[in-house]
């Protein structure tokens, strides 16, 4: 992955600062404009504070410094003086002022942009979660989204500081013009220095992220409790615990180096500011002795001299930091703009509603990496009104069969077709609104046992459709029995929830599906964990809806499929069985010697 860094030096940094402004005041507009027109409005109010300030310390100096009774030096200068207090005052008003702007719109703006993330990832095709670098570029892309926050905090800051320093500079030029290159070559090493800073942080991250986002999933996997009995009792532990260090010292170490080469760019800017600063304390000591300027001027530029150091630091530190924060918010505007083009557009054309036939036509679809298709040239036609039933052993194409004939995967070759509508030219949201999917792994949603059933369909104005739902897997007698029924947490690790076992969640997963009432209804070793009477339950209701719609389940258990009107048999990605029960465990292929091995047990 490449970092945007490498080809940053300091003047293009300067330069890119004005688009970098307009797209962090792009962003905050679209969240809300009063608030950037509050935080503009004190920015200018505080510069404007602050240019009079110096401007009335300049006045305040000459009396204070001149001759005369010290009484009416004072009075003469109070005037000033006064004007000198209300700008402080302004100025503090001002930046409490922006600072509650910043306040209600950085949490807005993270969320956005968290929200706009997530959406992306759950829109891109299915095929692109299975691209190497799509993981990477998602972290990298979650890393840009936390930085709007700190993001917005340094364009606040950088603007702040950037007004001031101008009326600095403006005080600075009226007191004598040679003050202000001298000013300005005092801060560019350290300007340069912190470019060089940030190159080494984001090179460091970028060079961490592939190992953070194996920690991270690493770290889900050894912590969840839905593993931690095979964590416990297979001893691995110990062994985990080992990798996840290692993979932890590895990120470590580099972090570690970077501090180092840091370090050395920083003192090398130390050096180079501290003479470039004493040749401006020289300088402005030579006008002084010299007479070019008074001790009155020389007084206040000495003020003057220090706060444009200061501001003029600040600039060049948060010009910087925005810039490093605008690179992660390019890795994170990169992606979601990356993934629009990732996310289906494979036409317009509505998919049947209740289809008829779905046929596959030479069909064949390869994942990255693999020497062979995981489903090549195959062919088949599915009916409405019957049970087709998908056997094979483990990497035969039976999975992606399934994504094929939902339109989770598009056909590499050949086409998959509904009443003769090519899935690859119909809008994937009507055909998944078409369908029913039980996956061989579904989710343990953190949700009450109503939604895990209902989840992402219509809201219903009663329960009846839900309780017949659940009486269709068996799960009203466990319904029944949670305190709180149809509104019980399923989950245990939350306040007041409970956790189901695995043949429980079978069931609530099969029951999210059928009560979807599908036209097409798809499921992937829907009872794998199922006892023998909640699994005859399941496929006896799976025959008693077949009429309707076109079914499809693929199973191991070789004596569920007598109930299928018709068996497809996989092997290496074709097909190369099909019939029923009765014909096939009698015609000595691949059928009869799995059902055989599966009875000598």
Not at 370 to 376: G, L, Y
Not at 503 to 524: E, S, T
Request: one cysteine or more.
């Amino acid at each position: 992955m490449r970092n945007a860094f490498e080809d940053a030096s300091f003047l293009r940094l300067c330069a890119r600062i004005p688009a970098l402004l307009r797209q962090i005041a792009t962003m905050a507009w679209q969240i809300d404009r009063r608030d950037v027109l509050v935080l503009l409005g004190c920015q200018l109010a505080s510069g404007t504070a602050a240019a009079v300030g110096l401007a009335a310390t300049a006045d305040a100096m000459a009396p204070v410094l001149g001759g005369g009774l010290v009484p009416d030096r004072i009075r003469e200068a109070l005037p000033a003086l006064a004007v000198v207090a209300v700008a402080a005052a302004v100025a503090r008003v001002t930046y409490g002022i922006a600072s509650w702007a910043v306040g209600r719109l950085k949490p807005r703006l993270m969320t956005a942009a968290d929200v706009a993330l997530v959406e992306a990832v759950v829109s891109v095709e299915l095929s692109a979660l299975n691209r190497a670098d799509f993981a990477d570029e998602h972290e990298a892309a979650e890393t840009g989204a936390l930085r709007c926050d700190r993001m917005l905090y340094d364009a606040q800051a950088f603007m702040s500081a950037l007004i001031r320093l101008m009326a600095a500079f403006g005080v600075l030029t009226v007191l004598h013009p040679l003050m202000l290159p001298v000013l300005v070559l005092a801060v560019l090493p350290s300007g340069a220095g912190a470019v060089a800073e940030a190159k080494i942080e984001h090179r460091t991250h970028y060079a961490n992220v592939s190992s953070r986002n194996v920690k991270g999933m690493m770290r889900w996997h050894v912590t969840t409790p839905r593993l931690a009995d095979e964590v416990r009792a297979n001893s691995m532990k110990a062994y985990l615990l080992f990798w996840y260090r290692t993979i932890s010292h590895r990120i470590d170490a580099r972090v570690v180096s970077a501090a180092d080469r840091q370090l050395r760019a920083n003192l090398v800017a130390a050096v180079a500011g501290g003479v470039c600063l004493t040749l401006a304390w020289c300088t402005l000591l030579w006008l002084t002795v010299t007479g070019r300027v008074s001790f009155a001027v020389s007084a206040t530029a000495v003020v003057a001299v220090r706060a444009a150091l200061g501001n003029l630091t600040n600039v060049v530190h948060y010009c910087t930091s925005l810039f490093h924060s605008t690179l992660y918010l390019g890795d994170w505007k990169r992606f979601v703009d990356d993934t629009r083009t990732l996310a289906p557009a494979r036409g317009r054309v509505p998919a049947p509603v209740h289809p008829e036939t779905i046929r596959f036509d030479e069909v064949s679809y390869s994942y990255p990496n693999k020497a062979r298709p995981a489903v090549d040239g195959l062919s088949l036609t599915l009916r409405r009104g019957e049970l087709v039933a998908v056997v094979g052993e483990n990497g035969s194409g039976k999975s992606t069969l399934m994504r094929l004939v939902t339109g989770l995967f598009v056909a590499d070759k050949g086409t998959v077709s509904w009443d003769g509508v090519d899935l690859a030219a119909t809008d994937p949201e009507t055909v998944w609104a078409r369908t029913g999917l039980v996956p061989q792994f579904f989710a343990y949603w953190p949700l009450t046992a109503r939604e895990n059933i209902t989840l992402g369909q219509p809201l219903t104005q009663d329960d009846g459709r839900v309780w017949e739902t659940v009486d269709t897997v068996g799960l009203r007698e466990t319904v029944e029995e949670f305190p709180e029924g149809l509104d019980m947490l399923l989950a245990r690790e939350l306040w007041g929830g409970v956790n189901l076992s695995g043949g429980q969640w079978q069931r609530i997963a099969c029951a999210r599906a059928l009560y979807r009432r599908p036209p097409v209804l798809i499921l992937d070793e829907p009872t794998s964990e199922l006892d023998a009477r909640g699994e005859h339950m399941i496929f006896q209701a799976l025959k008693d809806m077949a009429k309707d719609r076109i079914t499809i389940v693929v199973t191991h258990r070789l004596d569920n499929t007598r109930i299928a009107d018709r068996i497809v048999v996989m092997e290496r990605g074709r097909i190369t069985e099909n019939g029923t029960f009765d014909q096939l465990v009698t015609a000595g292929g691949l059928f009869q010697e799995l059902y055989a091995l599966s009875q000598d047990r």
